[in-house]
């Protein structure tokens, strides 16, 4: 938060690397207006495959696996999900579908986000929509069973106020315009990360290298703990530049 409250990020140092990316970026996003006006169709193209690779790929990355010659049709709501990992898939993909066509006239909100989670979990049993109502850490099982807080959240009373104030100075940082609006998004959304906000049954984590499965609820084997992670709509929503 402080960076953002304080300003910390105008002296942040930008690597070469990372400038040359963001140079890239913004021609890409300059093409991508001249397809718009000449080609489409082409442009339309593109953007199918975009949300597919895109979806595949930011759930793979939260352990949500399914199976390849299913992602597609999935994603493009020719087929219903069938189990936990695809219903998951299809929250994620309508939350990302919402934001790739409205995007223009999206300006983040409390309960903006809210509905993204709440959507996001809308083919499931679990409840989204709500900040979390207990405190909750991030825990290591060890090889021996042995559970070790890796991190600590903030607390569940502080939530609430804490969101509010972020996107509050989100607002202010995005119009003061003194730096780019991409590095904003990531920076408010690794400070939203850091508390863990939502209200799940997931909402207390365990890290392992178990994924869910492609073809059905995850099995946990020993010396294994299940996927716990709770899901993250602006995640989706930081890919997009303004």
Not at 34 to 50: G, H, K, S, W
Not at 73 to 99: C, F, M, N, T
Not at 136 to 152: H, K, M, S, T, Y
Not at 173 to 188: I, N, S, V
């Amino acid at each position: 938060m402080r960076s953002i409250e304080h300003g910390y990020y105008m002296d942040t140092p930008l690597s070469h690397r990372l400038l040359m990316t963001m140079r890239s970026l913004g021609e890409f996003r300059g093409r991508q207006h001249l397809y718009a006006d000449q080609f489409p169709e082409v442009l339309a193209t593109l953007r199918r495959v975009a949300i597919v690779q895109s979806t595949e790929s930011s759930n793979r990355i939260e352990g949500i696996i399914v199976a390849p010659d299913r992602i597609d049709a999935l994603v493009l709501k020719k087929i219903k999900p069938r189990d936990r990992s695809e219903q998951e898939v299809a929250g994620y993909r309508d939350v990302l579908s919402s934001i790739h066509a409205n995007h223009e006239n999206i300006r983040l909100s409390t309960g903006q986000i809210l509905e993204w989670h709440r959507s996001l979990y809308r083919f499931t049993e679990e409840r989204g929509g709500e900040w979390k109502a207990k405190d909750n850490a991030i825990l290591e099982v060890r090889p021996d069973g042995r559970q070790v807080v890796r991190f600590q959240p903030g607390s569940a009373l502080a939530t609430p106020e804490f969101m509010d104030k972020l996107l509050s100075l989100f607002d202010r940082a995005l119009d003061k315009a003194e730096t780019d609006p991409l590095l904003q998004r990531h920076r408010a959304h690794a400070r939203a990360v850091y508390y863990r906000r939502f209200e799940t049954s997931l909402s207390g984590c365990e890290l392992s290298n178990a994924p869910t499965s492609a073809h059905g609820p995850e099995k946990r084997r020993k010396g294994e703990v299940s996927r716990t992670r709770p899901r993250c709509p602006m995640a989706a929503y930081r890919r997009l530049i303004r």
